[in-house]
């Protein structure tokens, strides 16, 4: 099963989709889940692989979720309550399990997120020097140049019409507009219209805020151009235009340090979860088979066992 878990996230990575590679690191019997063990959790908190069982799974879905928002991979030790405080350590998040079986596990979770997308548009030096420098960090690239040119690099793709649509633009992407005067309006303008977390113009101030004036004459918001940096780029002085690509590359790395440009993909919405009244474990509502009434209120559990607690003395467990 692991190959086709790792496949499934090679394919997820090529594609610049969010996930988290979830993989059982330790393990003490009796417990399903077994060391080595992988799976992929989407966003959507879809699980392709397995770990363990329905006890352990819901809490890894939302520490996955969790991953994903911050970036940051995590360490979790779910087990026996009472083993807890035998665990504690930097870097370890222990969850109780509270499944009757009384096996433990450590399950490691790292988050994949896509790293940046820099659209440059136009063929200037400056949009040539961008694209090479974005795709040297590993970050995804793309000139949108309705001529094209052989100056490109050859690695990096290019459109040839000026449209945008496809190109995966959001929050993680920076559109940077280079077209040096000869569609600068029409290009800010089409930029202006995705959710790009940065859209930078390289021009001087007089001419951009000609661009500025030209858009707002037809109809453009003043919030929407209140995005456009221009000039776009760290200002580092009187540079050559090859050099303008290495200021707006630092601008963008600075933002992408911040926090300002990314996550590549947000998850979605954390599923509809409650909490195990008699163990305390997290449950998926939508997923758990083990419920009851009482006092005209549902209760989820995560066991038959904790169910068969909670229908003996239903007082005893119930929330007020």
Same mark, same amino acid.
């Given at each position: 099963m692991t190959p086709g878990v790792l496949e499934l996230a090679g394919?997820?990575?090529?594609?610049?989709?969010?996930?988290?590679?979830?993989?059982?690191?330790?393990?003490?019997?009796?417990?399903?889940?077994?060391?080595?063990?992988?799976?992929? +959790?989407l966003p959507d908190g879809t699980v392709r692989g397995w770990l363990s069982g329905a006890c352990a799974e819901p809490t890894v879905i939302s520490e996955a979720r969790a991953a994903m928002a911050d970036g940051r991979p995590r360490l979790l030790f779910l087990g026996p309550a009472d083993e807890l405080d035998g665990v504690l350590r930097a870097g370890v998040t222990t969850v109780p399990l509270a499944c009757e079986s009384e096996g433990a596990l450590e399950v490691y979770l790292e988050p994949n997120l896509p790293p940046p997308r820099v659209v440059v548009i136009g063929r200037a030096?400056?949009?040539?020097?961008?694209?090479?420098?974005?795709?040297?960090?590993?970050?995804?690239?793309? +000139?949108?140049?309705?001529e094209g040119s052989d100056e490109f690099p050859e690695e990096i793709p290019v459109v040839t019409e000026l449209d945008l649509a496809g190109l995966?633009?959001?929050?993680?992407t920076a559109v940077v507009v280079a077209t040096q005067g000869h569609y600068d309006e029409a290009a800010l303008e089409l930029a202006l219209a995705t959710p790009a977390g940065y859209v930078g113009l390289i021009a001087s101030r007089k001419r951009a805020d000609a661009v500025r004036e030209y858009l707002r004459e037809r109809g453009v918001a003043d919030e929407a151009l209140?995005?456009?940096?221009?000039?776009?780029?760290?200002?580092?002085? =009187?540079?050559?235009?090859? =050099? +303008?690509?290495?200021?707006?590359?630092?601008?963008?790395?600075?933002?992408?340090?911040?926090?300002?440009?990314?996550?590549?993909?947000?998850?979605?919405?954390?599923?509809?979860?409650?909490?195990?009244?008699?163990?305390?474990?997290?449950?998926?509502?939508?997923?758990?088979?083990?419920?009851?009434?009482?006092?005209?209120?549902?209760?989820?559990?995560?066991?038959?066992?904790?169910?068969?607690?909670?229908?003996?003395?239903?007082?005893?467990?119930?929330?007020?």
């Open positions: 394919d997820l990575a090529g594609r610049g989709r969010a996930f988290v590679l979830a993989t059982v690191v330790w393990r003490r019997s009796p417990t399903s889940g077994k060391q080595g063990s992988k799976a992929v +959790i030096p400056a949009a040539v020097t961008t694209a090479a420098l974005a795709y040297s960090l590993g970050w995804r690239a793309t +000139i949108v140049d309705e995966g633009v959001d929050r993680a209140d995005r456009v940096r221009a000039p776009a780029g760290l200002d580092l002085g =009187e540079v050559d235009p090859d =050099e +303008i690509g290495v200021a707006v590359l630092a601008e963008l790395v600075a933002l992408k340090a911040a926090g300002e440009l990314g996550p590549a993909m947000a998850p979605a919405p954390a599923a509809d979860e409650a909490r195990d009244p008699v163990c305390g474990m997290v449950v998926d509502v939508a997923r758990v088979r083990l419920r009851s009434e009482h006092d005209g209120r549902t209760y989820f559990f995560c066991s038959a066992g904790c169910r068969r607690k909670f229908d003996a003395d239903p007082v005893k467990y119930a929330v007020g």
